[in-house]
């Protein structure tokens, strides 16, 4: 698997949870806004084996780990890597995935207690947000479904960025999750241009006002809390 670096303990990944963050190289999407650019080639990092990883990341001071990229989904030794942190003692395990390798990411609910989801936009504009010829939907719905139907903790959110995205879009991502049986909370970040983010990608983006999503938190679905978190 490729890895591209590790922070040893992180307060911010995982609520209230200190973890270890392992960032995997490469990505299968190309959204313009991504922070975390020069990692979506799919040769960026470094090939590592499993039990040299496990190494790398035992005795930090953390509770746990979150697996991000990225996109983790793309290694098919992840649910290895997953049992070996597992078999070696680990606490809480969190994925970010944006869902599009579903049949990788079946096999790795055993090893997770929690997924942050990234709900990139609406159904119809996936493959639009995400730059991709294959329109991906389809996978991300049955990684929402394996989820919501699971043991592990669905955590979806999605970065809504200025002059892209819409609160309307929101809502009707709010609706679909509702639509699919999810009760919950929902997150929204804020886009934030960033060193990591493409310059020539990002010049029609703008960062969001919190007040464009506002009226939102009045009209979720019923067991759904629409958490907005400006950074
Ligand atoms: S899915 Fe995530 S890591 Fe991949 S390009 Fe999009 S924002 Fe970047």
């Known amino acids: 698997m490729r890895i591209a670096t590790v922070i040893d303990i992180s ?3 995982v609520p209230k949870i200190p973890v270890t963050v392992i960032f995997t190289g490469g990505c ?3 959204c313009g806004y991504c922070q975390n650019a020069e990692i979506i080639p799919l040769d960026s990092g470094t090939e590592m084996a499993i039990p040299d990883i496990v190494e790398s990341v035992r005795g930090n001071l953390s509770d746990g780990y979150c697996i991000t990229g990225g996109e983790p989904t793309i290694h098919k030794d992840l649910p290895l890597l997953l049992k070996a942190l597992r078999d070696d003692g680990a606490g809480h395990i969190n994925l970010n995935t944006q869902g599009s390798v579903p049949d990788v990411l079946e096999k790795c609910l055993p090893y997770l207690d929690s997924v942050w989801f990234d709900m990139k936009t609406i159904p119809e504009r996936y493959a639009e947000i995400t730059r991709v010829k294959s329109d991906p939907w ?3 719905l049955r990684s929402i479904k394996l989820l919501i ?6 955590w979806p959110r999605t970065t809504y960025v200025g002059q892209l995205m819409n609160a309307d879009e929101i809502q009707r991502i709010a609706n679909l999750l509702h639509e699919l049986g999810f009760q919950g909370e929902y997150l929204i970040q804020n886009y934030k241009k960033s060193t990591g983010t493409r ?3 990002v010049t029609n983006f703008e960062e969001p006002n919190q007040s464009e999503l506002d009226p939102l938190l009045d009209s979720m679905p019923s067991g759904i809390t629409l958490k907005l978190e400006w950074r």
């Open 149 to 154: 139907e699971s043991d592990v903790g669905f």
């Open 138 to 140: 389809s996978r991300v």
């Open 28 to 30: 299968n999407m190309d």
């Open 199 to 201: 310059e020539s990608l």
């Open 11 to 13: 307060l911010v990944d």
